[in-house]
């Protein structure tokens, strides 16, 4: 699944995950988020994961931890 940043949405000041969502890499780069996650949100405000999801076929792209957290568009889109 190379070429897809997770990244978290979070509450401020503590910065708790209230949502996984994933990017599209920013062209050149393995690890740093495009401006925009695949379901159409600004991730200038979002933190990118220290999650990098596999290549293997089936294999999740969101943080096992989080995974109750998955945005369902952006999970329809990967």
């Keep these: ?3 897809i ?4 949405e979070v509450d401020r000041p503590d910065p ?4 996984v969502h994933a990017a599209p890499a920013a062209p050149g ?3 740093v988020p ?7 949100r600004d991730t ?3 933190e990118a994961a220290p ?3 596999s290549a293997e076929p089936g294999a999740p792209w969101c943080p096992p931890q ?6 369902p568009a952006c999970e329809d889109a990967v």
């Design 66 to 71: 989080h995974a109750d957290l998955r945005c």
């Design 1 to 3: 699944m190379s070429g």
């Design 29 to 31: 780069e393995n690890a």
């Design 16 to 19: 708790t995950v209230r949502r």
């Design 44 to 46: 200038f405000a979002m």
């Design 5 to 8: 940043v997770v990244v978290y």
């Design 34 to 40: 495009g401006p925009r996650t695949l379901c159409g």
């Design 51 to 53: 999650w990098t999801p």
